[in-house]
Each structure stands twice: as C-alpha cells, then as structure tokens.
C-alpha cells in the first residue's frame, strides 16, 4: 500500500514543540517524529499513552524473587540439608539472612534485564536492524515532523506547516 | 503568614495533659520495694512452688532482677519518647543543611517547613540533656554503667569489660560530650535560621553564602558528633555490646523520621490554605526520599543484623539474642512497618503524589521508627517486662503535643516562603 506524507523538517525544539501542538489543534495526524535527542515533553504534546515499562519490571523483579527462593530452598534445604559452619539448614526461614544476598541480587538481575529485553522487543530493535531513519540530518540537529496527507489537500497542509516555521517540508510516497 | 490556629493549640494542650498526667501515674505505679514485686510475682505463679532454701535465694535474685526493670520502665518511656521526637527534629536540621549545601532547586518553598520542625530542637534538646544530668545523678538506673560498683574492683559487681572503657563511659565526660553536641546544633540551627530571615530582608546572595559555609561546616560537624551521640545516649544502654555501623544505622532512622514529618506538615499547611507555591511535585520528591531512606535504613537494619548472625560471636551477638526472644513481634514487626508498607506503597509514582497516601504511609514509618527507638532501648533497661502500656503511650502523647505546639507556633513567627533564596523561583515552578 502506497501512502503519501509530508515530513516538515525544524531546527529548533522549541519550535517543534509548538507544531506539534498546532498539528494537533489542527487535526492533522502525527505519524511519526524523528529528533537527535530526547525532546522533555514531546510524548505529552505528542499525546502519546505512558508507558508501561516500569509495571513490567516490577513483575520481572518478583518472579527473580520466586526463582531464587526456590532455588536456594531447594538446594540447601530440600536436596541436601548438610551443616555448613553450624547454619541452620532445617528450615528456609531459619537460614534466611544468608539467602538475602541472592534474593536481592536475582531480584535485581530480573528486573533489570528482562525490562531491557522488553524494551528492545517492543521498540524493535536488535543488532542487524536496518536504521530507518529519513533524513540523515535527524541524527545531528535537525527534526522530523511526519505527518499523514490522509485526506488533505496537499496545498493547504504545506502552508500550514511553513506556517509553524518548517525550513522544509516535502511531499513523501511511502511504500511499505 | 500563617497563624497558629487556637483549635490546634488546645489539640496540643490537651495531648500534652493526658502525657503528663499519664506519665506521673507511670511514676507512681512503679513499684517502690522489693516487697511489692515479691507480691506482684507471687500472684503471677501461685502453683504449687515448694521452697527449698537454695530456690529462695533464687527467687530474691530474680525479684531483685524484676524490681530494677520495673523502676526502670517509666524512666526508659520518657526517654525513648523523648529521643524520638529529638531526633525528627534534628534529623529535620540535617536534612535542611543538606538541602542548602546541595543548592537544590526545588526545596526552598519548603525551607520555612524545616525550619518550623527544627524549631522543636531547643525544647527537645533541655528535655533530653536534663534526662542524661538525671541518670547522671542516679535518680534512675537506665545507665547500667553508671553504677560505680562496676568500676571497683573490690566490688562483688566489678566488671572488668565495663571498666576498661572508664576512659569514654564516665559521667562527667558524657556530660561534657552532650553538651558539646547539643550546644553545637543548637548554634547552627539558630545560625543559619537567623541567616534565612535576614536574607529574606536584604535579599542578595550575601547571607546565601554565609548560610552555603554554615551549613557544609554544619554537616562536617554533623556526622561525627551524631555518630558519637549514638553510641552515648543509645549504644550506652548496653555497654558489653559495640557496632561499627550503630551510628549510620541511628542516623538513617532519623533522616527518614525527619523527612516524613517534613512531608506530612507540608500536606497539613497545603490542606488548610498555607503554602502556596507546594504542589504535587514537591510531594512526590519528599515522598521519594521517604521511599529511599526507607530502604536505607533496611539495608542497615540489615547488614547489622545479618553481619552478627552470620558470624554468631557470643560477646555480640547477646544482643540480638535478647531481642529475638524477648521483642520477637517488635523486632521484626517494625521491619513490616519500615520496609515491606513504604515499598509497596510508594514505589509508584503516582501514588506519591496522593496527599492521603503520603499521610498514611507517613503514620506508619513513624510508628515503625518509635518502635525502632523503643526496641534499641528496652532490651537493655526494662529487659523482659516490657509492655507498652499507660507510661509508653502517654509519654508518647506528652511530646506528640509538645512537638506539635512549638512545630506550628514557630512556623507561625515567620512568612511561610523564604522569599529571598536565590533558588525559590526555580522552586516555586519546580515540575517533575
């Protein structure tokens, strides 16, 4: 499928902020936003769902917790319940202040790690990823704004975005 | 400026008479002779004891032993309660020199809070300096050190590990050393309050700068005489027993105490109109440092229990010893109140923005960390015949009302925004 869209190109956050905000007030639909760096505040402008990343690490750090109860219940206690240096191993709370080192640790190790994980499945990336980047000068100092022709006249939507300060706005056939 | 409310000052009264009244009763039901201990015990166990003579003298030790824990027991109330809303007030005077030497940008519209709170610090420390002149003067026992029969050795009392440290453990040097650290807070905290206000006059950055030297002095000085004020007024109770991290660990429940009332009376003045500038973001940060020192403070709880456990070398480890068997619920129950409630509750960021949350969760650190106090105290002074009963809650409730009437009427000597600190436009827009 064959869709057009423009991509307004901005040299100033500040600037893109503000037509981001127009964009919007306008109705025009945001496809995607391309900046070098982070942008504070954009996803808010953007109107864009917070995300859900941390309520997975929390998930993750609790099953690290469940692994590593289990796994040292299992070894020390269940398995092979020897006397080491007169520790009790007769049962997992008798013994527990030695576990904690570990349970902290895999807690923190699964949370941590899953959560990145998660995070490179989500936004897709990994190591042969092809860049897909539309104007080089995104990754320097310039920004993207793209935005769906849809249904607009093609006139009017490049006006207005050289009304909002654009150095650049261009006519896009995307093909995917 | 705000107005110390005449329903608050009554509040404050009222508690502050219900204390006293309680206290003087724990006083009075204290046993006074052996004899009525004798009693007491006597009434507990009436099975069936047949009294050989070697039992009997048996039985008078132990009466002996029960005698001086329960004449212990409403001086170690006062004190524990008496130490506790201290140390949330000069945890508070930490807490703002950091916040001064650190030129946080968002904590100045709360500068006047942590004045207001520190402002207990000079009624807190006549009241604490005054219960170590009296156990000094042996008009009670809580000091087990104290007792001169330790250090002679022609006593049949002498002991030779309480003794040898004479030279750090002898009453005119801790009362010295108690001086020193009161007198030196007390002079920063007057300092650097003066200082704020006449910055708030003459605006400019010259009285920023003397309170910026002030305060890093402060903190220098801060973190040494903390540390040996622990040992004295806290790890004194058992002298047999030492721990290299006791100071961090009296400290990290003090800064965490301090914060809480910190964010707690922010919420109060927010609700009745005060404060302005305070929003939500404001909250949220006090509450992640609630959240944080929470998990500071466990992490020392922590590492001390678990470093003695582990190693179990009998002279260090009586201590825990004690408190396992005779504070089971209370040793480990406060680990509930300070760790697993502030975790839970307030790792979510929108949660620490809810005033009520911050409230509730604010109550319950406190009271993990007066259980805190109590269980560090107890063990050494009242030993197994502890209860928390009329002298613990109403020495409770005396400095509850003493802390609230001088907290709400020093907020009420000052405006509420330290208009003149170079950081409060940054603070009174502070967004996160």
Redesign the interface.
């Known amino acids: 499928m064959a869709s057009k869209v423009i991509h307004a190109i901005y040299t100033d956050d500040d600037v893109l902020m503000q037509a981001v905000k127009d964009a919007r007030k306008a109705h025009y639909h945001i496809g995607e936003i391309y900046t070098p760096f982070p942008v504070h505040g954009l996803d808010k402008a953007m109107g864009l769902a917070p995300t859900r990343l941390a309520i997975t690490s929390f998930i993750y750090g609790i099953i690290g917790l469940a692994v590593s109860i289990v796994m040292m219940n299992y070894i020390m206690i269940e398995d092979w319940p020897q006397d080491i240096g007169g520790k009790p191993s007769f049962s997992y709370i008798q013994n527990m202040p030695a576990f904690v080192p570990v349970m902290f640790e895999l807690t923190v190790f699964f949370a941590a790690h899953l959560m990145v994980i998660t995070f490179y499945m989500r936004s897709k990336l990994w190591p042969f990823k092809k860049a897909e980047n539309p104007d080089v000068r995104t990754t320097d100092d310039h920004f993207l704004m793209e935005i769906d022709v849809e249904n607009h006249s093609v006139e009017e939507l490049s006006k207005f975005l050289q009304n909002t300060g654009a150095i650049e706005v261009n006519l896009i056939d995307k093909q995917e | 400026m705000y107005t110390l409310p005449n329903k608050l000052k009554l509040f404050a009264i009222v508690f502050m008479v219900i204390g006293a009244l309680g206290m003087v009763a724990g006083f009075v039901n204290a046993p006074g002779s052996q004899e009525e201990v004798k009693e007491m015990l006597a009434h507990h166990d009436d099975h069936g004891a047949t009294a050989d003579s070697e039992t009997a003298q048996h039985d008078d030790e132990h009466v002996e032993h029960v005698y001086h824990q329960l004449q212990n027991r409403p001086w170690s109330a006062v004190y524990v309660a008496a130490f506790f809303f201290f140390m949330i007030a000069l945890g508070a005077l930490a807490f703002y020199a950091i916040q001064h030497v650190s030129q946080a940008g968002w904590s100045p519209v709360l500068f006047r809070v942590m004045e207001g709170i520190t402002g207990y610090l000079v009624p807190g420390s006549i009241i604490m300096f005054l219960l170590l002149v009296l156990s000094a003067m042996h008009v009670n026992h809580i000091f087990h050190w104290m007792n001169a029969e330790l250090f002679d050795p022609a006593s049949e009392k002498y002991d030779a590990l309480v003794a040898n440290k004479s030279a750090w453990l002898n009453e005119t040097s801790f009362l010295i050393r108690a001086a020193i650290y009161l007198l030196g807070w007390n002079a920063y905290r007057y300092l650097s309050r003066k200082y704020s206000l006449k910055q708030d006059e003459e605006g400019g950055m010259h009285w920023f700068k003397k309170n910026f030297k002030l305060s890093a002095g402060f903190l220098v000085f801060f973190i040494v005489t903390e540390s040996m004020m622990s040992w004295d007024w806290i790890m004194g109770f058992d002298p047999h027993w030492f721990s290299t991290l006791f100071g961090w660990y009296v400290f990290s429940g003090m800064i965490v105490s301090a914060i809480t009332v910190i964010a707690m009376v922010a919420v109060y003045l927010k609700s009745q109109g005060y404060l302005e500038h305070l929003n939500n973001s404001h909250i949220h940060d006090l509450a992640k440092f609630m959240f944080g020192f929470s998990i500071f403070w466990t992490y020392l709880w922590?590492s001390q229990?678990?470093l003695i456990?582990?190693a179990?070398i009998p002279e260090e480890v009586t201590y825990f010893v004690s408190r396992i068997e005779d504070y089971n619920l209370l040793f480990f129950g406060m680990l509930v109140l300070n760790f697993v409630f502030p975790l839970l509750l307030l790792?979510n960021?929108d949660f620490k923005r809810v005033n009520w949350l911050v409230i509730g969760t604010g109550i319950v650190i406190l009271v993990g960390h007066y259980i805190d106090v109590f269980v560090m105290v107890m063990p050494a002074t009242v030993g197994e015949s502890w209860f928390i009963g009329i002298p613990e809650i109403s020495a409770l409730l005396f400095f509850f009302g003493l802390f609230i009437y001088v907290v709400f009427s020093t907020l009420a000597k000052a405006p509420l925004l330290a208009k003149g600190s170079p950081f409060i436009e940054e603070s009174k827009h502070f967004h996160y």
Do not use: G
């Open positions: 922590f229990f678990m456990w582990y179990n790792m960021s």
